[in-house]
Structure formats: C-alpha cells, structure tokens
C-alpha cells in the first residue's frame, strides 16, 4: 500500500483554513459596533414638543378674550407662565427647554430651565397674538439622558 502524503497535507491546509475561519468569525463577533442613533427617537421628541405646543393652543382661556390659554399667556407677556405651561405638558420621560422671542426679537429661555444630558432635538412653531408673531422653541431630549 502506498503512502498519500498530498491528502494528509490537504487535511491539514482544511483545518487550518476552518482554525482561522473560526477565529475571525469569533472575532467579528466580539467587536462591540454602536447602533447607529434611531430616527424614530428624534420623531418621537419632535413630535413630543409640537404636541404639547398644540395642548396649550387648545386649552381655553381663562378670561374667554383669547382663542386659547397660551395665546393669553403670550398677550400678558407672561413668558414664564407660558413656557411652564408647555413644559408641564411634555410627554412623560421628556424633559426640554422653552426659548421665546417676540416678532424679531431674540429667543431667551424662560420658564424652568436645565441642562441637558445627552442628544437633544429642537422644534419650533409660531403663534400669532394680537399683531405680534411669537416663536417657540424647545430643546427636549429623553429623562436620563445618555447615548
């Protein structure tokens, strides 16, 4: 009987190929790859701050002269009543800043302000009262924070 030396070499050349297949398949696996930041968070926020803008269009004045309470607000020039009256009514584990400025004005925070921690998503809108043009604009990102 002859000896096949050529098939025991290609046992080994398929071994070591399946060693180092494994072990870079193994590898690859360990590599911690970050998500990539998911877009429906950022909606989810956007969406979070126009909602509670629309909750203090809708709610009705208190004195019955304006179409609603945060026109009212904005009438008397209550800046901070009107910023805590959007922030009280930020979706729950959403926190935010509230930046206002009259017609062409510069936005300056108001109401209760803090720092945020972590990614923040910014949203605007525009209310008419009276002959003034206000903008509103919240800075809101996720209660806890981080990345």
């Not at 017609?103 to 300056?108: A, E, I, N, R, V």
């Not at 945020?116 to 605007?124: I, L, S």
Request: charged share 20%; aromatic share 8%; hydrophobic share 40%.
């Amino acid at each position: 009987m002859k000896r096949d030396d050529n098939a025991q070499i290609h046992i080994l050349e398929m071994l070591t190929l399946f060693w180092l297949f494994f072990m870079s398949a193994a590898f690859l696996i360990s590599v911690h790859v970050p998500d990539s930041p998911t877009m429906s968070l950022d909606a989810e926020l956007e969406f979070a701050g126009k909602d509670a803008i629309n909750h203090g269009l809708g709610l009705s004045s208190e004195e019955g002269v304006y179409d609603s309470r945060l026109a009212e607000l904005l009438a008397a020039n209550d800046r901070d009543g009107a910023c805590e009256l959007i922030q009280n009514s930020f979706a729950s584990g959403v926190e935010g800043n509230c930046w206002l400025a009259r017609d062409s004005g510069t936005s300056q925070p108001q109401g209760e302000v803090a720092t945020p921690n972590g990614e923040v998503v910014v949203t605007h809108s525009l209310v008419s009262v009276d002959d003034n043009l206000w903008t509103i604009s919240l800075d809101l990102w996720v209660r806890g924070g981080g990345d």
